[in-house]
């Protein structure tokens, strides 16, 4: 005998996974039968709220609050919308570099290691010259991937370097190595984001002129560098102090300026991260608009600088019409033991 669930006509089954306000309801709406399961594949579904990773393989789902463990997305390095960034030692057999899994589709990814990179624009007498990074005397030290971007067909355009300075490489699919300009200069690059067709990148004191959003601020009760974070938002640019308030502003194309704007949108809210940053638009899932969800990206720095221990009280949602910052998750929820800071993920 058939189940009950296969037998409900398929408008109502395509109204019920209409309403479903995260991507994890619909994984679990998949999970009743066949017939439910192509209904997911068939339905395209609209901008998911993130999912909230910790660096121990727990993850919370908005808009609820219970916690589920995926035990091999532990130890990540990073994240790129709904791709997990992890490192691999290069004395792995195959190189190591750096590996993408999307737990949501199984997917993997890998990408080079940077003891592998064609300087575009330097030749030698042999033609193109195929270097480590560190190679290049300028390079910092302790040069790793900082952030990255997907572009369309999967290039990767990513800012590579430490927390000080940093450079722009870039992947194909296919390829041994990471592009980067021989000549380019290191510079104190803080964000990057992918609009229209070009990327963005985001400085200490400026970024390029692009409609996106930036965020800015330092960490509470010592001195930190600022966090700069770009968001694709209607043109909008934010600023703040991820802790404390937020100036909102957005780029003005024609004089190259920033102009303040009162709010981030009534309908709009942004969910902002050191790896991965989006605006979404929220009354379908009946979430407040204006408000900015941020994470905790400066505990590295204020444990290591000012002995602060890591806890769910520096991840918060500020409400941009009354100044005031809302409890993002239960705090004891939120405690983190890494340094690797908590991260967004964007089902897609």
Known sequence: MAPWSSGL?????????????????????????????????????PPQLPWLALPDGTFFSFPGSSAFRLPVAARYHGSCDDWLVFERGDDEEDGGGYL?????????????????????????????????????????SETTLRKMVMCPRRVVVAIVGDQRRGKIAVYRPGADCWLIGAQDPWKGFRDIAFYDGKVAVGEYTSCTVEPMVAVTGEARGCYMPSTRYLVVSGGRVLRSDATSEFTVSKADLTSSRWVDVPSVGGDTALFVGRWSSVALRVPRYAMPGNRIHFLDDDAFSRHYFGGY????????????????????LPPRELHNDSDTPATWLFPR
């Open 9 to 45: 006509p398929a408008g109502i089954t395509a109204a019920v996974l209409g309403c479903l306000p995260s991507h994890a309801d619909r994984v679990r709406f998949a999970a009743v039968c066949r017939r439910w399961r192509a209904a997911t594949r068939h339905q395209q579904s």
């Open 100 to 140: 993408l899994l999307n737990p949501f589709s199984g997917d993997s990814m890998r990408l080079p290691s940077l003891s592998c990179v064609h300087h575009v624009g330097a030749r030698g007498p042999y033609g193109r010259i195929t270097l480590a990074i560190t190679d290049d005397e300028r390079a910092p």
């Open 309 to 328: 221990p890591f806890s769910g009280d520096h991840f918060g949602a500020y409400d941009t019409t009354d100044g005031k910052i809302y409890p993002l």
